[in-house]
């Protein structure tokens, strides 16, 4: 089963030249790894600059979210043809922070995994319990599983939450092996202030392919580090 490592950069780095030297500078470090998917999700606006410094790499450009809708009047939104375009082939979609901060719900999440899947992209379904999962995958095709993947990401652990520290990887791997009964053959991912020193536990008794990693991948010597640990343990 493939191992695959998704950057969040989240609302950074600060600038177009700042954003194209960090993927350039993980670039660098990555490449010569082989045996797993490593996929950078920038802010929008850097996304072509990013694509741009990715070219003639195996990395791989992904989007934080996307609209349902694929064209129309609704200013502020990004459609999925959009985001293919521009030469994406993951979106990450249902993040807590999303969920907490602009009042995503789960049929929001629903609705733009059902595109997501339609357009030929690869939905990245973050959820921090089973049962946001079922809402999330209500109508889609089991036979579509496959081609999802669901970070168990509790909201108290990923790396900008005050206090914020990794969850136990058994309690992952409980957390895991109940989605697992809801949404396999999805590759289950984790999320959660993750890192080079952390990486090896859970993937050894977390029951996870890989991470969804949000500050660590702004440093790219500890994040390059991060995604050997997903090749050798």
């Known amino acids: 089963m493939e191992r695959l490592i ?19 500078s993980v670039k660098r470090y ?26 003639h790499s195996s990395l791989e450009l ?24 521009l030469g994406c082939g993951f979106v990450i979609l249902g ?13 929001m999440v629903n ?11 690869v939905p990245i379904v973050c959820v921090e319990n089973a049962v946001q999962l079922i809402k999330d995958l209500r109508g889609v095709p089991r036979s579509s599983y ?3 993947r669901v970070v168990y990401e509790p909201s108290w652990a990923i ?4 206090g914020a ?14 989605l697992d009964t809801i949404a396999s053959p999805a590759v289950f991912l984790y999320g959660g202030s993750v890192s080079s020193k952390n990486a090896g536990a859970f993937l050894k008794k977390g029951m996870v392919q890989g991470f969804l990693v949000g500050q660590a991948s702004l440093r790219p010597r500890e994040f390059a580090n991060l995604v050997k640990k997903a090749i050798f343990g």
């Open 30 to 55: 990555l490449k010569d790894v082989r045996g797993v998917r490593v996929v950078i999700c920038p802010p929008f606006p850097y996304l072509a600059v990013v694509a741009r410094q990715l070219k």
């Open 95 to 107: 993040h807590s922070e999303l969920r907490a901060q602009s009042g995503e719900t789960d049929a």
């Open 159 to 162: 790396s900008t939450a005050k």
């Open 6 to 24: 998704i950057a969040n950069w989240k609302m950074n780095p600060k600038n177009l030249k700042a954003a194209f030297v960090l993927a350039g």
């Open 146 to 148: 496959a081609k999802i």
């Open 62 to 85: 992904g989007a934080q979210d996307a609209s349902w809708e694929p064209s129309g009047p609704h200013t502020g939104q990004i459609s999925l043809p959009m985001l293919k375009a």
């Open 165 to 178: 520290k990794p969850a136990d990887p058994k309690e992952v791997r409980r957390m895991v092996q109940k």
């Open 111 to 121: 609705r733009k995994v059902h595109a997501t899947l339609k357009a030929g992209l």
